[in-house]
């Protein structure tokens, strides 16, 4: 069964930076596409960023153009988050997925202005 742990959330303020980290177990992690996701607080779960398991990509959703770099390692089963200039808008419950997996518990970023 795949596995993924989110991990590097965290409460700071307006312009921060945070990077967030996945680690996966469970299956080859190379084949697989990877992605992050957010769920504020009485709203839905979105899309952040998604690597193709090809290769393809990253790609961003529009909220994360510019600010947030996708990234993944192969070797350590890992991918990352590296978000910069944080806004409050994005408060949220941060999660990776990969197809077939389970939803972690996912990692809380907090920014304050």
């Known amino acids: 069964q795949v596995q993924l742990a989110e991990s590097g959330g965290g409460l700071l303020q307006r312009g921060g930076s945070l990077r967030l980290s996945c680690v996966a177990s469970g299956r080859t992690f190379s084949s697989y596409g990877m992605g992050w996701f957010r769920q504020a607080l009485g709203k839905e779960r979105v899309f952040v960023a998604g690597?193709?398991?090809?290769?393809?990509?990253?790609y961003y959703a529009d909220s994360a153009k510019g600010r947030f770099t996708m990234s993944r390692d192969n070797a350590k089963n890992a991918v990352y988050l590296q978000m910069n200039s944080l806004k409050p808008e994005d408060t949220a419950v941060y999660y990776c997925?990969?197809?077939?997996?389970?939803w972690g518990q996912g990692t809380q970023v907090t920014v304050s202005s």
């Open positions: 997925h990969s197809p077939g997996a389970d």
């Open positions: 690597i193709v398991g090809s290769g393809g990509g990253p």
